[in-house]
């Protein structure tokens, strides 16, 4: 899928361009890990790069950072062409996924590593109130004179951060920061990484296989398959209007139903599925009758009952989440898939148990018409 000039219009207005990748790609011998990248990051955003392992996202990203070159295109700051600049002369700092601490150093030494190395040097007096600074900025105040092998997972990402933060980029790139970090301490760290973000005013750059992390922080999301930008869109776009069954399964949880279209219906587009039976939904696209495509539903669309219009499912499963619950049915035909019924809808309609038949129904304009592929 093309994605030249994507990104441009999709930029949220009134941002300043501070990053961007025009017509990039990158070659590692045979291999093309990255393919006509076209991208625009704006002043003060915070920008998700979200795909499975080997899309491209991590080479995307060393290419901003200036640790990989461009074989093809251009990668810009300012609007200046930095693609033979050296990553340690770019405004760019990044933090990576093992950190890459000193563990021989204080958490002080560690942050204030940066300013030590600037020629002229700078006043140690100058360091160590930058480093003091910092640390209250990243709630680590008191603790400069800890090792790092001191520290909780936690607060060895703080160091890396305060490390980045320290020295003022006007670009922060994260490769996967939270993927040692256990799944509660990863949500508060999630907290504390946007409020810092709001705090500071710095764009942050997210590489990140995990789809609840993206969503929950990112002001927009790049989604990558293959070396290629497929999708970018705010976390809701992305979720309301995905382009393509791709980015519908990456990003948060659908249900597939596989037809050919059939007919316009005035907003509405009639799809044969093939189990023979015919739906309304909503078109992602331009489609001609005949085409290949799927029905997307997400599971919170979908209403059960007991009686009445609707699919006939049986209940093969029941997962109660408090707020929701979480039901695997199974049709004749179109076979298994999910249903979230809220709090609220299973008192009035009462709950449902393992063997149970219902009918499940849905919206036309809650369903959507994507490409197959």
């Known amino acids: 899928m093309e994605n030249e000039g994507y990104a441009e219009k999709t930029l949220p207005s009134g941002r300043k361009v501070i990053a961007e990748l025009r017509n990039v790609s990158k070659r590692f011998g045979a291999v093309l890990a990255a393919t006509n ?15 499975p392992s080997g899309c491209g996202k991590t080479t995307a990203l060393r290419m901003l950072a200036g640790f990989e070159s461009p074989s093809d295109g251009d990668v810009l700051l300012d609007g200046e062409v930095v693609n033979d600049l050296d990553a340690h002369r770019r405004p760019v700092n990044m933090v990576f996924q093992q950190y890459a601490l000193f563990p ?3 958490v002080a030494q560690n942050i204030g590593y ?47 951060l305060a490390r980045a933060i320290i020295n003022e980029p006007k670009l922060l790139l994260l490769d996967e920061p939270m993927a040692a970090l256990d799944s509660k301490l990863r949500k508060e760290m999630q907290i504390e990484l946007q409020d810092l973000q709001r705090k500071l005013g710095i764009t942050f750059v997210l590489v990140t296989h995990d789809q609840e992390e993206a969503l929950s922080m990112s002001d927009r999301i790049c989604i990558m398959r293959d070396g290629r ?39 509405l587009t009639t799809v044969r599925l093939t189990n023979g039976m015919s739906v309304q939904a909503t078109p992602g696209g331009d489609l001609a009758d005949g085409h290949e495509v799927c029905i997307c539903v997400r599971p919170e669309q979908m209403k059960m009952h007991h009686q009445g219009d ?29 249903v979230l019924s809220p709090r609220q809808s299973e008192l009035a309609e009462g709950p449902f148990a393992v063997g149970d038949n219902a009918t499940v129904s849905w919206d036309a304009n809650s369903a959507l018409i994507l490409d197959r592929n």
Do not use: C
């Open 114 to 160: 940066g300013l030590r190395q600037r020629r002229p040097r700078l006043p140690k007096s100058l360091i160590a109130e930058k480093v003091s600074k910092t640390l209250e900025v990243v709630r680590l105040g008191g603790f400069e004179d800890r090792k790092i092998w001191e520290m909780s997972g936690g607060q060895q990402q703080r160091v890396a």
């Open 104 to 106: 021989h150093m204080t």
């Open 310 to 338: 609707g699919v006939p499912v049986e209940v093969r499963n029941r997962i109660f989440l408090g707020e929701h619950t979480e039901y695997l049915v199974n049709h004749e035909t179109l076979g298994d898939f999910l």
């Open 229 to 267: 930008i497929v999708q970018i869109g705010s976390p809701q776009e992305l979720y309301d209007r995905p382009n393509s069954r791709y980015v519908a399964n990456f990003v948060g949880t659908s249900n597939f139903f596989d037809g050919t279209v059939t007919g316009p219906a005035g907003e």
């Open 37 to 51: 990248l076209n991208l625009s990051v704006g002043e003060g955003e915070f920008l998700s790069f979200l795909g």
